[in-house]
């Protein structure tokens, strides 16, 4: 009998079409890790930006691989060396090849009361990079923050967050997001022609984030009048500028603690905008690399 699993995987970099869905075996829990039967995998950019080889000069992998880092589902196997957690317990977080059956996770918690594994699986790498981006650009309760492309996983994510912390937020998204962005919070404007002056309309800002990559970045360096208060998650010609790029990940069991936190308190949610069985990854991604979203993708083992 095949002991494996079905699991997404690419054998070339290049557009979606190279996703496939493949018979695997299973992977197992290494020394610090655990496996889950993954019910849900979140679907971020860097999946696809993998996907297309944009980080074999920085980070390389070999082919085939699997596809996905975020993922939520049930514990079935522990690694040498983890204690606090047992099989069956319902767990969010950060591992490899999660668009599949099962999945092995180096970070992980549990998923807090009330909240499914669909919505579960998009947390992880989202919130982890709201935490960091809010703690580098160092904007503090009392202040106003412009956030370029306020809609998406890490805009729904941060728009929260600050607002949770006393920090009055400005986003800017599509046409479509403007209610969005106000029910999280958010005094919402759209981007494209004039964006800055209208932002200029709403007062002074301290502090700016790009979340969008739309080389909106002399803009947002004169908004706040100081290139050290403006970071970028998404444009590599911020040194151009004099701005940072922020893309060293941070600590994601600090993260998740934190989101599990904050979303216990209410203080927290990211929607799931669509979901996609396994056999649709190429789908999601497609999705994705629209540019376009209110919240998380999620694809569904
Ligand atoms: N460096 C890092 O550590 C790191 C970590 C995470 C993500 N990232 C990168 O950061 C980016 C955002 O990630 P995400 O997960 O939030 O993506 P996402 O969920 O796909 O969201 C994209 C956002 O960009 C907005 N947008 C599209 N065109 C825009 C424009 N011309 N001006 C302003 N906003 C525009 C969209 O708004 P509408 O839908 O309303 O049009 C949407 O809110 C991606 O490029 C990702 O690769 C980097």
Same mark, same amino acid.
């Given at each position: 009998?095949?002991?494996?699993?079905?699991?997404?995987?690419?054998?070339?970099?290049?557009?979606?079409?190279?996703?496939?869905?493949?018979?695997?075996?299973?992977?197992?829990?290494?020394? &610090?890790?655990?496996?889950?039967?993954?019910?849900?995998?979140?679907?971020n950019?860097v999946?696809?930006?993998?996907?297309?080889?944009?980080?074999?000069?920085?980070?390389?992998?070999?082919?085939?691989?699997?596809?996905?880092l975020d993922?939520?589902?049930?514990?079935?196997?522990?690694?040498?060396?983890?204690?606090?957690? !047992?099989?069956?317990?319902?767990?969010?977080g950060e591992?490899?090849?999660?668009?599949?059956?099962?999945?092995?996770?180096s970070d992980?918690a549990?998923?807090?009361?009330?909240?499914?594994?669909?919505?579960?699986?998009?947390y992880p790498s989202v919130v982890e990079t709201a935490l960091r981006i809010l703690g580098e650009v160092g904007?503090?309760?009392?202040?106003?923050?412009?956030?370029?492309?306020?809609?998406?996983?890490v805009?729904?994510a941060v728009?929260?967050i600050?607002?949770?912390?006393?920090?009055?937020?400005?986003?800017?998204?599509?046409?479509?997001?403007?209610?969005?962005?106000?029910?999280?919070?958010?005094?919402?404007?759209?981007?494209?022609?004039?964006?800055?002056?209208?932002?200029?309309?709403?007062?002074?800002?301290?502090?700016?984030l790009?979340?969008?990559?739309?080389?909106?970045?002399?803009?947002?360096?004169?908004?706040?009048?100081?290139?050290?208060?403006?970071i970028?998650i998404?444009?590599?010609?911020?040194?151009?500028?004099?701005?940072r790029f922020s893309g060293v990940a941070g600590s994601m069991p600090d993260a998740l603690g934190e989101a599990a936190?904050l979303?216990?308190?209410?203080?927290?949610?990211?929607?799931? !905008?669509?979901?996609?069985?396994?056999?649709?990854?190429?789908?999601?991604?497609?999705?994705?690399?629209? &540019?376009?979203?209110?919240?998380?993708?999620?694809?569904?083992?």
């Amino acid at each position: 009998m095949f002991d494996g699993m079905k699991r997404v995987s690419f054998a070339e970099f290049g557009g979606p079409e190279v996703l496939r869905l493949e018979d695997a075996a299973e992977p197992h829990a290494g020394p &610090g890790q655990i496996r889950i039967s993954v019910r849900a995998a979140g679907v971020n950019p860097v999946d696809w930006r993998i996907r297309e080889g944009q980080f074999q000069q920085t980070h390389p992998i070999e082919l085939p691989a699997g596809v996905g880092l975020d993922a939520a589902g049930v514990v079935d196997e522990i690694g040498a060396g983890v204690t606090g957690i !047992e099989p069956g317990a319902r767990v969010f977080g950060e591992g490899s090849g999660t668009y599949a059956e099962f999945a092995v996770l180096s970070d992980w918690a549990r998923i807090p009361e009330g909240l499914s594994f669909a919505e579960a699986a998009g947390y992880p790498s989202v919130v982890e990079t709201a935490l960091r981006i809010l703690g580098e650009v160092g904007v503090r309760p009392g202040q106003t923050l412009l956030v370029s492309g306020a809609s998406g996983g890490v805009g729904s994510a941060v728009l929260q967050i600050a607002g949770d912390r006393g920090i009055t937020v400005i986003g800017t998204a599509g046409a479509a997001n403007q209610e969005y962005l106000r029910e999280l919070g958010a005094v919402a404007t759209t981007y494209g022609a004039g964006w800055a002056d209208r932002v200029r309309e709403f007062g002074p800002v301290d502090a700016a984030l790009d979340l969008a990559g739309s080389g909106v970045l002399g803009e947002l360096v004169a908004l706040t009048g100081d290139p050290r208060k403006v970071i970028t998650i998404a444009d590599l010609g911020a040194p151009e500028f004099g701005v940072r790029f922020s893309g060293v990940a941070g600590s994601m069991p600090d993260a998740l603690g934190e989101a599990a936190t904050l979303i216990e308190r209410g203080a927290l949610r990211i929607p799931v !905008e669509r979901t996609y069985a396994l056999a649709e990854a190429a789908a999601a991604h497609r999705d994705s690399q629209s &540019g376009h979203s209110r919240g998380r993708r999620v694809v569904l083992p």
